[in-house]
């Protein structure tokens, strides 16, 4: 449907826009020649135009740059910001532990840990809490304690799956259908095929094939895909996977990390899931670096019998900020006063009103693209209908449409997740925003099916 020339001729003009729009960014993209790949982290050169805009400030659910320009901002951290940025009760606790009472990080407990780990035993149904900064870390150590409870070597990933940077979860099922690492997997420690084990999301029967070889100590997976877009659960397969890893002695995590869009206590809470552990990262932080696993009954009972596991000094779990007085008090605060039980019902309401609006502009055009929701979450993807699996909504990527769009919409004031077309609501977000991403992203799919050459 889409015509390529036009599609690069568009992204040709669109790039030259955002480069005469954004010199500061540019001068600054340019002299910082000391910075490996010129960013503070390699992640941050994925974008259209050839450098990133600068952050200046940010509120709310708007970003400001360095040139000036004020964003909606849809892409809100990728997740690390879904309360919105610098909600005003974070602030205050974080100026509380770091100005007036004083004790960052000082490997001491605070009476908000335990604050924090009853509030995610509520939510999530979990009674047992530990910390750690990102999601990455908390992914790993529960896949370590797994490990050990059950003496059994390897992890079970979906294809197409996210998971932070944990070596084991970079598998895919490559086009013959065979495991295989994924393409980025830089400097694996070991093939990724002796530690690791890999199904398609939605698919029963290619779980059970691979959980019936018993060397499975886990399946760490998110209640539904988010990181290829959002791929939702078909009817019975999340049943279907406690069944079978009850049924073939596997333990379960739910990684909530971006799934917590779902609601208070994300998609564990909104479907009344019975995983083994959850794990979490990003958003609970409000901000500031917070990670989290919860344990069930069971694994805190097996893991106590084993008087070898040295999880005190050096047990290869944990780590020397995990837990900090600063980290729990900002968690604390977003949880307690941020993002509630009202301000995810707000943030579903807008998501509801994005993705109608982005499903009358694919009507109109008649495109064969879908959109998907998971409360505050949406995402639009290049298939129609929505993708079922990881590999066939990796299939539906379209890298140049996707850097049009992108570029597109920040030219006009709108920020979306640089990796995908993910927009995610804030309790901060206003339906004016929503609005003005509609009419924008209507503009965007006119113009590249039109035949005029003028910029509308
Ligand atoms: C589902 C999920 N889990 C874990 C992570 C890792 O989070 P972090 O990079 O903050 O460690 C991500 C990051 O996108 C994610 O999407």
Not at 55 to 69: E, F, K, P, R
Not at 75 to 100: C, F, I, N, Y
Not at 346 to 363: L, S
Not at 438 to 449: G, N, W
Request: aromatic share 8%; charged share 20%.
């Amino acid at each position: 449907m889409i015509n390529r020339d036009r599609l690069a001729e568009l992204s040709q003009r669109e790039k030259l826009v955002f480069t005469e729009r954004n010199p500061r960014s540019k001068a600054a993209y340019e002299q910082a020649g000391h910075l490996f790949g010129r960013v503070p982290m390699t992640w941050m050169n994925k974008t259209a135009a050839g450098f990133p805009v600068y952050l200046a400030s940010a509120h709310g659910a708007t970003v400001t740059d360095l040139d000036g320009h004020s964003y909606v901002d849809f892409s809100l951290g990728d997740t690390a910001a879904m309360a919105g940025h610098s909600p005003k009760p974070v602030v205050e606790a974080v100026q509380h532990r770091l100005q007036t009472l004083g004790g960052a990080s000082t490997m001491l407990p605070t009476e908000d840990a335990a604050w924090v780990g009853a509030e995610l035993a509520r939510r999530f149904n979990m009674p047992y809490w530990s910390f750690a900064l990102t999601a990455t870390d908390a992914n790993r150590w529960a896949i370590r304690l797994l490990r050990a409870v059950t003496g059994r070597p390897k992890i079970l990933f979906n294809s197409y799956c996210y998971h932070g940077s944990v070596d084991e979860s970079l598998i895919v099922l490559d086009g013959d259908g065979r495991p295989a690492s994924r393409e980025g997997n830089v400097g694996a420690p070991t093939d990724v095929t002796t530690t690791s084990r890999v199904a398609e999301y939605n698919d029963l029967e290619g779980l059970e094939r691979e959980l019936a070889n018993g060397d499975v100590a886990a399946v760490l997976m998110e209640p539904a895909l988010t990181n290829i877009g959002i791929v939702l659960p078909e009817p019975g397969y999340l049943e279907g996977v406690r069944e079978l890893t009850r049924r073939y002695g596997t333990y379960l995590i739910n990684d909530e990390t971006h799934t917590f869009s779902a609601g208070p206590g994300g998609a564990t809470g909104r479907w009344n899931l019975q995983p083994d552990v959850v794990t979490i990262g990003k958003a609970i932080g409000g901000g500031i670096p917070s990670g989290a696993y919860g344990l069930s009954e069971e694994i805190t009972e097996k893991i106590a019998e084993r008087k070898d596991l040295d999880l005190i000094d050096m047990g290869g779990v944990g780590g020397t900020l995990a837990g900090s007085a600063l980290s729990v008090a900002a968690t604390r605060a977003t949880l307690e006063h941020v993002l509630t039980d009202q301000a995810f019902q707000h943030m579903e309401d807008m998501a509801g009103r994005f993705a109608a609006g982005v499903d009358r502009t694919i009507k109109e055009h008649q495109l064969p693209w879908s959109v998907s929701q998971l409360g505050a979450r949406v995402e639009y993807r290049f298939a129609d209908p929505a993708p079922r699996t990881g590999t066939e909504s990796a299939r539906s990527a379209d890298p140049d449409l996707e850097d049009f769009l992108h570029v597109y919409l920040a030219n006009r004031g709108i920020l979306l997740t640089p990796f995908h077309n993910m927009a995610l609501m804030s309790p901060s977000t206003t339906a004016e925003q929503v609005a003005h991403h509609d009419a924008i992203f209507e503009r965007a799919v006119r113009e590249l099916l039109s035949a005029r050459r003028d910029p509308s």
